[in-house]
């Protein structure tokens, strides 16, 4: 069966080849080099897969993602065509909460300034002052496997934690310590922000104007989750405006920009674009297109220099364990489907 993997690294690719030997196994850069007699698939989260794909790929069975999320998957499409969805559930919970606390500690002691040689001499004690988080409120939206290791921490650190969540666990919250409220009222007491829910089409832009606007004056936003959570636009007011105190971020809403060098990127993507727009003639909705996506690198490039914000490239997954964890389940997830018993945790369901 040929096998093709998507995305990886080379110092994974030894794993598959040897953890699938039996079978033909092939590496591909990205999606669009996938080949069409592929009859099973695993990709990261940068690859989309859809409708469109499936139709250029008629003898695909099985996608396995290696992540936890399945928000660039097309469930309905992939449902259509009798296309099994698989992820790994379970694998950097410890990772991506160890990582949330490295981006509300370069936030809260002022990493990002600490690194800018210029803040040197004179004054620079008082510009890289930071804040202490014990006796601070920590707020954590979703208490899922990352959120409730997040609470754990925090109440380590001596934080007062609260907690959003559409379920509530009162045996969870009683065992770490940690009060229900809503997110009203979460974001209105918390000093610090965190989110941990998945992408979907209830909770994008799940932080609106109006959600920020209701928070705590100066508090700070954590996002290791997904970009889209948070309405751009939005976060940029806030920060202009002194409403966001500051911003931890290992997400965008297009994280494109985080496969290379940000900045140099950034200015390649918006040199294309511009091109492209002020090329004559053309399709009236591709040019149209072409701006939001222009309008989009704008915004990421004005929030990534903004130096109350502390970002990294999309890595909250990528510590040795999660790797090892994502990649082992990832060939247990295809042996599991060549076998007929594909576990029904590792299954995407609508």
């Known amino acids: 069966m040929k096998i093709v993997f998507v995305e990886t690294e080379d110092d994974e690719q030894p794993f598959f080849a040897e953890g699938l030997a039996d079978h033909d196994v092939v590496f591909v850069e ?7 007699d592929a009859e099973i698939v695993s990709v990261f989260i940068h690859s989309r897969v859809g409708a469109e794909f499936f139709r250029r790929h008629p003898k695909v069975k099985l996608v396995a993602s290696r992540s936890s999320a399945s928000d660039h998957l097309d469930l309905k499409a992939a449902a259509r065509r009798g296309v099994i969805l698989a992820r790994v559930p379970d694998y950097g919970a410890a990772t991506v909460a ?52 997040v609470l754990a921490i925090g109440k380590a650190f001596g934080m007062d934690c609260l907690a959003f969540d559409r379920k509530t666990e009162a045996e969870l919250a009683g065992t770490i310590g940690f009060r229900y409220v809503s997110l009203d ?31 705590k004056p100066g508090f700070i936003l954590i996002n290791t989750a997904r970009g889209a959570l948070v309405d751009i636009d939005a976060l940029l007011t806030g920060l202009k405006s002194g409403q966001i105190g500051g911003v931890g971020l290992d997400v965008l809403e297009d994280d494109t920009v985080f496969r290379q060098d940000a900045s140099r990127i950034i200015g390649a993507q918006i040199v294309q674009k511009i091109h492209a727009i002020s090329t004559p003639g053309g399709d009236p909705l591709r040019r149209e297109k072409r701006l939001r ?57 609508l």
């Open 293 to 349: 996506e222009l309008e989009g690198i704008m915004r990421n490039r004005q929030l990534l220099a903004h130096q109350n914000v502390f970002f990294t490239p999309h890595v909250g997954f990528n510590s040795i364990e999660a790797i090892e964890r994502i990649n082992f389940g990832t060939v247990q997830n295809i042996r599991d489907f060549l076998a007929g018993r594909l576990r029904p945790a590792a299954v995407v369901a």
């Open 185 to 215: 009222k979460l974001l209105r007491c918390s000093d610090v922000v965190t989110l941990h829910v998945p992408l979907n089409p209830r909770t994008r832009h799940l932080l609106s104007a109006k959600r920020l606007a209701r928070g």
């Open 30 to 36: 990205d999606i669009t080099g996938v080949p069409r």
């Open 98 to 149: 160890e990582h949330t606390f490295a981006l509300i500690l370069g936030v809260t002691r002022r990493l990002r300034q600490c690194l800018e040689t210029r803040n040197r001499g004179r004054g620079a004690i008082a510009r890289l002052r930071g804040l202490e988080l014990r006796g601070k409120t920590l707020g954590v939206v979703g208490t899922g496997r990352v959120g409730r290791m």
